[in-house]
């Protein structure tokens, strides 16, 4: 891309799923969006040389590493993007900012409280130096929940009571599907819990604008041991065992309840269990004035009721967000012409490079992470003591 | 109606929503369904004389009665079917059991666990004499769920995993929405959990087959303080006050999660102030073969994933539960013709009369309602206590 | 029922499908309506004495005849409720409206626009004497359809351009199901065309308030022998058939595209072949400022798109018509509790006994019905040329 | 992107809306499909040289051409992507299959049945030598409909008995929206029933696998003066006028109805005035086995009746497609992480790489194309002859 503006050299660690996502998005924005910055896929850095100089020929990335601290040590790369299982994202992180170098970080931000506290801290030093990181919440900028979010802000939902948060898949439903890094406590930290239900948490304190307070929590595994060697197809799903079973050591799904600091009450589910439901990551926030619905699978509407509206017409509006006047959506295609599951990852990039060259912070920050993984720490503290009332 | 079946003279205490409702159903069941005996609306009983004589004559009653304890000691009368609240249940159930009448008593079935437990002692003694007890969980009798029921009965979901459930109405969202007996601990025993919540737990464990065996809660009520002197418009509705305000000594929302006894896990959450939602009565089942889903809203539909399907064809499938191989619905229209809310009623009584007929005890029995009303009270005793799990 | 207001004393001549609706809306309308005459079930007409005496006790009716002009005769009977074939209106109508009875005559009113023309003429002669003749088209009297007139009425769509209306059922999509009447052109006249058509001709013009003027239509029979001596089921299922087989006389289904005396244009289409739609009567309308849908299938729920809204949440409004501001449903349940197909036929007794009262005359008048038979003609005369535009 | 892959040079005329959508199409292609050439953005035509070198910059091209001749001179080109108006396929998809370039023309093929009967020539002249031209139409390549078209493949949907199709926009139906070329016929050929009513009968088609063979057609025009200068968003949308107005020589709607070849018959519509619906491309299929059901405003999801399955669990299944054994879909993301609009043009790109590699005509070829063009001018024919059936 022939272009006058000054690079954002990107070094990207990891290139499974999250990886080509990520690819994706840093090579598709710059071209239907105007940044200030032009983003240079770089350098893709992963351990296995052979493997990555292949990934990062079908991905676009100029150069390889092996090593990602030899990454993070080039002096001709400006931001690391961090799409790595959760145990190693602290350690990257923090040698990446005190690099110099800007951070994108998948969710969640850390295996535990602690990492996440020692990254938000190396996050707030390097920001005193112009050195931004951001924690990869991709919902976020899902034009509709964009869009929940500036209807809230509008206040066209008054004060909010409910909000309900579920978040459904069903790749483990099958008892044969077989062990995976995400079923495996030391790599990924928890099951479902951190995986989809860090989602919804964010989901629902980005919405809704309130914090999670506290909690009660109850989480359970309902196949406790699962064949290994399989091949993982998408998130998972099934494949050919060559022997024996791994133990699977996280939740197979959670639910809990919470309190926000508004007096607004939640219940949350999370689960890969949901026989049927493939991605529904769903969202209902009821209040005073208004009440917002939404479903992953219909990830281009959001329902909302317009409690102003007289009785006789008033219902709950499927509102087609793909309208110049909605988020994001200008930039693509005419009206009605839906995106899809990526264009969340590319409206992040746009995000984070338009707050790089402006010298802000951007969103969501270490910190909102963090507070993310407080609330996942307080959920697990509860279910272990018979789900009892824990504090954020 | 002519007819040389015999009659079975039935007695009904209050003519509020619940009386209207249950009135039609006894009119309407033996038109549409060949029942071994014949209801006669024979009298109905009211403390306002005037009130209760106009209330006969547009419903269908033959005679009428200012004292339910006058309608218990008649000799004309073979049945009591009791339609006011919650509060005065145990003492006309047992008093009309006692009397050899049997009884219909709406739900919930008592204000506390203890004359729950009074009734369902009075009801397995009358039991012994042929005698029989019923409490109205109307909406098992609403095809789709009882269709639900029979998929769940012939092993079509496999082993449940998940119930999760939701009652959902609005009709207090409004601040100004005025005082009602529903909202006075005294009168109805509970607020949104005991209303609707209760439903919601007996349809779980009536389509399930399973049985919640601990609860964790979280009560909470929004408006604290309401008008006095509304008039009501439906469920309680808004209306002008006429000076002063009453405190709502209810929960206006209860959210809580539960174990079942075969290890599937449920989250459960009833309120009125769902802004948008009139009567979303929603339970979803997901098992390791299939999963189940419904919204009241829809209520002639039934959801339905048969994940022995393969995977190219597999979805939800929109159950249009109006075929004659239905439950209930062959007696009724053809096939796409839905029914509506009174048809539960109708076919409850449609039930009961012929369990009457066969000398069968009929379902739900108050021992089945006592059981709803002890996880109630285990709900109410973890929101009393942070949350913490209580065994039912 | 005791009142002391002045009885309607009504006779009905067939007791099938149609009469057992017919029955349950005489039965019901007083005890949820305020009638200013109260509505006596008095003789059921059949020709079989013995049949007939079964239904009328099933049904609620006082006394019987076996031949409909004995019924006509009787000086005890103020209104005829004709629920029989087609090929028999026209006689019946005519001669009770003579005898100076009111008349409620099923749709569609004829099989042919000259004994059409012969009933409306009937009609307004017994007009100018207080004599009152209705045609069933039940469907206005579904709340939401009443609601979808009352909006254009409102002016809330604007200037309409396009109606398209399908109904879809799927009876016949088994070649092996049995020949019935409803496919034998002497006695119904038409097939799908005159039986559902007509009803989205009419629910088009109704909700619309415009004419069709002109139409080019489509007919087709897709199986043109069927087994006869089948038993019906509902409309006319399947059964099992006692050897050889009947000949469909008539159209299997329908397209036709209409143009409206206000320059809007329609399209039209009635089957009984659609496969997996049950009874999906659905409308749909798009003007300058709104647009409205349905779908008889969720009958309890009109699809509203407010133009006028802001793009950002404008969208298709789900109105749940139950609430008490909407047409018929406050004299039923709480708002979310939803009503059932034969609602419209108890809303349509409502409106007649209310019109005759009034000594006004009811709508849909027989020239109203007469209108639709026109149009039906003109759409087969199409069929027959070509195509070739007609107009009405 | 580095490979050792033979190249497929790209010259693409024309960078509007579409123009940019088959750039994203190159781009994206070789990144999630394992192609057998790989694409190169060469050059960008379009007659405004300064204009045309910033979008070759924005969407990737390596070099600019203003004159779409001089394009087709250029050795290093192995392939023409036309995505001009219609007015101009004609001369430049002839010059370059000539010239022995494989062509990728826009839909509608041309402007008239003469023009796309001369490109079809020229496309089985040039086949012969193993140049492939292919008309876009790219919702063929919408992973439900290719599902949709894979059942029917299978027999499971039968004897197909009706189609459906609706292509429903509303950008239009505000009367002040601008004039644009789309709406002048010498530029655009038709209205509504080119522009987007040749996708409904190239979708009916594909996907039942049957060939229309006679229609009757209604074109109107509801506005037929526009305000001038306008600046268009997205497909037309509205913009401040500078003065007049232009005159509306296209039809605003169009409906017809179809025979096919096998007896199924058929009832289409498009337009730009049903308000509220954005891009609702929605196509049903009735058979004797089983029905389908698609609306492009939830691209991802089909609609499946399987007629074969018992009554009591049949129903409308919502088939998520976007699992891997579904077409296309399994190169992208986990299953239920939905697709978006584009994705239709990159899976068309896949395939016409694939075909050249091949040596094997791709699909839908000229010849096809024409046979929509054909069916277009027939409705155009019966509109202007009184709906009067044509033979295609």
Redesign the interface.
């Known amino acids: ?3 006058d503006k000054p690079a954002l050299r990107v070094g990207m660690v990891g290139y499974a ?1 999250m990886g ?2 990520h ?2 998005a840093w ?2 924005a710059p ?2 969006f105007d940044l200030p910055l032009h983003p240079e896929l770089a350098v893709l850095a992963g351990r296995d040389g052979r493997a990555v100089k292949a990934a ?5 990335w100029a150069d390889t590493e092996v090593d990602w601290r030899a990454l993070v040590d080039r002096d001709d790369v400006d931001l690391i993007d961090i799409c790595t299982p959760g145990d190693t994202h602290a350690e990257i992180a923090i040698a990446a900012l005190e690099a110099g170098k800007h951070v994108l970080c998948e969710k969640p931000l850390a295996n535990s409280v602690e990492e996440a506290e020692r990254m938000a801290a190396a996050a707030q030093a390097a920001a005193a130096k112009g050195v931004f990181a951001m924690c990869g919440f991709s919902y976020r900028r899902t034009p509709a929940l964009a ?1 929940a979010r500036r ?1 809230v802000g509008q206040g ?1 939902i008054g004060t909010i ?2 909000i ?1 948060a ?1 978040y ?4 483990l ?1 099958d ?1 044969t599907a077989p062990m995976t890094w995400r079923l495996d406590r030391s790599r990924s930290g928890s099951g479902a819990l951190g995986d989809i239900g860090a989602h919804s948490i964010d989901a629902a304190q980005y919405v809704s604008g309130l914090r999670v307070t506290g909690v ?1 929590g ?1 989480l ?1 595994t ?1 196949v406790n041991e699962r064949p290994l060697g399989g091949t993982l ?3 998972g ?1 099934q494949g050919a065992s060559d022997g024996g079973t791994g133990t699977v050591t996280v939740d197979d ?1 959670a ?3 919470a ?1 926000f600091d508004s ?1 607004a ?1 939640g ?1 949350f ?1 999370a ?1 890969r ?8 990551m769903r969202l ?1 926030v ?6 917002l619905a939404f479903d ?7 329902e ?4 102003t509206q ?11 967000v ?5 988020p994001y959506t200008g930039n693509w ?11 969340g990852f590319t409206h992040q990039v746009v995000d984070l490079v338009q707050a790089i060259a402006d010298g802000v912070a951007p969103s969501p920050s270490f910190d909102e992470a963090l507070g993310v993984q407080k609330v996942l720490h307080a959920i697990e503290r ?1 279910a272990a003591n ?4 824990q504090h954020v």
């Open positions: 891309m022939s272009t799923f080509a996502m690819s994706h090579r598709t071209r239907f990062a020929g079908k991905m676009g869009l209807l066209r009571r409910h309900r579920q459904l898949q069903d790749w439903s008892e009660s109850l359970t309902f197809v998408g998130l799903g799904a639910v809990f309840s309190r007096g009450i219940v589910e689960t269990f949901a026989l049927g439901r493939k991605n529904s209902e009821n209040g005073s004035l208004g009440s992953f699978e219909n990830m281009n509407s959001l909302f009721y317009d409690g007289p009785a006789e017409t008033s219902g709950f509006s499927t509102i087609n793909t309208e110049p006047v909605h295609w005419p009206a009605g012409h839906g995106l899809g599951y990526e264009h509860s018979d789900s009892g009332w």
